[in-house]
């Protein structure tokens, strides 16, 4: 019930065009979402997050939407540049107040 | 204000041995978690704690251990090393237990066992 589905596992993007990195989860009572980026040899960071009473937040480029009744979240990255080549990781917050990941997807955009 | 610190960096272990690593959160925050990142497997939780009390297991053996201090500083342990507890271990400090706020990471330890 804790676990997080991400897709696809790899991505590859031209510069300048649209990322979307959708999750996918089972715990009806998760109620916080938020997405990390891993740069290559760094630590994770919090890029944005969302609780369950919202249905979508947008920080500049970057944006979250959540779908409660199916049970998804996504990542969308508008305008993608070469610093957005990451590592991207969901994750949630279920019942037992537990932070769980995803496995993370690999987002490479191409100059 | 400093943020997460983790020690030591790297560690080479032989396998059967005991390894501990350290974690001193960023100051005020009271929640510790430890995660196991791996290639393919992401950051596989281990477990938290909260003003010096285990709140949150994962799903590892036995031979992982960890604890909280005073201070809230972490220590985790792992006890007779296999070749598959080679990995980046990390450590994310919160203000709050309850998982629904940010988690800063540390820069992690690179465990390798031979």
């Known amino acids: 019930g804790e676990n997080v589905e991400q897709h696809p596992s790899t991505l590859s993007v031209q510069e300048g065009d649209s990322a979307v990195i959708k999750c996918t989860y089972s715990d009806s009572a998760s109620n916080y979402f938020p997405w990390y980026k891993q740069e290559l040899g760094k630590r994770p960071q919090l890029i944005i997050d969302i609780r369950s009473n919202v249905g979508e937040k947008k920080d500049q480029r970057i944006a979250v939407t959540l779908n409660k009744t199916a049970k998804h979240f996504s990542l969308h990255i508008t305008e993608t540049q070469p610093e957005d080549s990451a590592v991207y990781f969901c994750a949630h917050t279920g019942a037992n107040s537990k932070l769980t990941f995803g496995k993370g997807i690999t987002l490479s955009v191409r100059p | 204000k400093a943020g997460v610190t983790q020690t030591p960096r790297y560690l080479i272990k032989t396998r059967g041995q005991q390894v501990t690593l350290s974690c001193s959160p960023i100051?005020?925050?009271?929640?510790v978690s430890w995660y196991q990142q791996t290639p393919g497997q992401g950051l596989q939780f281990l477990f938290e704690y909260f003003s010096e009390t285990q709140r949150n297991k994962g799903n590892f053996p036995g031979r992982f251990s960890g604890r909280q201090f005073s201070n809230s500083r972490s220590e985790m342990n792992v006890s007779t090393l296999e070749l598959g507890d080679s990995a980046l271990y990390l450590c994310?400090?919160?203000?709050?237990?309850?998982?629904?706020?940010?988690?800063?990471f540390g820069q992690g330890t690179r465990l390798t066992v031979v």
């Open positions: 100051s005020g925050h009271r929640s």
């Open positions: 994310a400090s919160s203000l709050d237990t309850g998982g629904d706020t940010e988690a800063f």
